[in-house]
């Protein structure tokens, strides 16, 4: 569905951040051409209604009000990063070898798995407590804690057509736009 002018965008645009996730907003304005969607964010943020960030290349709306910012938001789309805060949060202290082998799985610890971990700690998720004999012990921090409770909030829909799954984008346009299908 085209939009047509500003009230028509504004009104998907407010039912979209009712929720309090980043959105963006060529996803709520389907089928508009981008200069004109691109139009109608610019305006809606200038009229202090929503503010605006750039995230990968993207342009997301955030609510003044955000439950996540951009970054957390994508952060909990990732199911490898939320098992990793998920193991934080289920152990109240542990090594950081530990994290690593929960986060490998049943791999060996790699690349992926330090960067997973790295990204915990750069988003304040995790905290060093202390270290013992060359071993550093982590816990999770109050941010951590309340980004685990946002997200089991955050339920992410399956898809009708398989390939939609793909798309991370389409998550929170189908969650405040329609209903969940096949919860």
Same mark, same amino acid.
């Given at each position: 569905?085209?939009?047509? !002018? %500003?009230k ?8 979209a951040?009712? !929720? ?7 996803d709520? *304005? &389907?089928g508009?051409?981008a200069?004109?969607?691109s139009q109608f964010?610019?305006s ?7 503010s $605006? &960030?750039t995230?990968? !290349? ?6 003044? %009000?955000?439950?996540?910012?951009? %970054?957390q ?7 490898r990063h939320?098992s990793?805060?998920? @193991?934080?949060h ?8 530990d994290l690593?082998?929960?986060?490998a799985g049943?791999?060996p610890v790699?690349? =992926?798995?330090?960067?997973t ?7 304040? *998720?995790? =905290?060093?407590?202390? &270290?013992?004999?060359? =071993?550093? @012990?982590?816990?999770?921090t ?5 980004l685990i409770?946002?997200?089991?909030? $955050?339920?992410?829909?399956q898809? =009708?057509v398989?390939?939609d799954?793909?798309d991370?984008s389409?998550f929170h346009?189908v969650?405040? *736009?329609?209903?969940v299908r096949n919860?």
């Open positions: 569905m085209s939009v047509k !002018n %500003e028509q965008a504004f009104a998907l645009f407010d039912a951040l009712a !929720n309090g996730f980043p959105m963006r907003p060529r709520i *304005l &389907e508009t051409p200069a004109k969607a964010m610019r809606y943020v200038r009229q202090g209604r929503a $605006y &960030e995230w990968s !290349n993207q342009d997301w709306l955030v609510p003044h %009000e955000a439950r996540l910012d951009v %970054e938001f994508h952060f909990i789309q990732s199911p939320l990793a805060l998920a @193991y934080a289920s152990h109240r202290i542990f090594s950081q070898k690593f082998a929960a986060i049943d791999r790699d690349a =992926e798995a330090r960067k971990a790295a990204r915990l700690w750069h988003l304040d *998720l995790v =905290e060093q407590r202390s &270290e013992t004999g060359g =071993e550093k @012990y982590f816990g999770i109050p941010k951590g804690r309340k409770e946002v997200a089991r909030d $955050y339920h992410v829909p898809f =009708e398989r390939g799954s793909a991370l389409k346009t969650l405040d *736009l329609e209903a919860p």
